[in-house]
């Protein structure tokens, strides 16, 4: 399934595509798309991983 798009419009409370991300283990990663209820995000060295937009276990990234 292709991934979605999706606007700051359409998901106002928390992700947007293009967001920098943290994960406990793969690190820091990019939001890349969205696939019905899945955030998918991409991560340098580990790919794109799919998480349960409602479980997700990420955090806003702050590179400052």
């Known amino acids: 399934q292709k991934p979605s798009p999706r606007t700051d419009a359409q998901n106002p409370d928390r992700w947007s595509i293009g967001m920098s991300v943290q994960h406990k283990r793969y690190g820091t990663g990019t939001i890349s798309g969205f696939s019905?209820?899945?955030?998918?995000?991409?991560?340098?060295?580990?790919?794109?991983?799919?998480?349960?937009?409602?479980?997700?276990?990420?955090?806003?990234?702050?590179?400052s």
Do not use: R
């Not at 479980?55 to 590179?63: E, I, N, Q």
């Open 36 to 63: 019905g209820e899945q955030i998918l995000c991409a991560f340098p060295g580990y790919g794109t991983k799919s998480f349960s937009e409602a479980f997700a276990p990420l955090s806003l990234h702050d590179p």
